[in-house]
């Protein structure tokens, strides 16, 4: 289970800090205030998705503890 996640960290990581620019540059060169909030919504849902990513391996020891 530890090679799956850390598989798919070398996969999340290039892609969220892509997503994460992407969202930023969008959110302040936007000039509409409707799109404006739908690139600080998209930041900050990669942000959280990045993080839970992020502890996935401490989550899954957890659950293997547990159950």
Known sequence: ???VVSGLLD???PLAI????VSAIGMYLS????????FK???????????IAFMA???IKWLEVKF
């Open 57 to 59: 391996q401490g989550i």
């Open 11 to 13: 996969i999340i990581t």
């Open 18 to 21: 892509i997503g994460i620019l």
């Open 1 to 3: 289970m530890k090679d």
């Open 41 to 51: 919504k998209s930041l900050i849902s990669i942000s959280i998705v990045t993080i």
């Open 31 to 38: 000039t509409e205030e409707h799109n404006r909030e739908r």
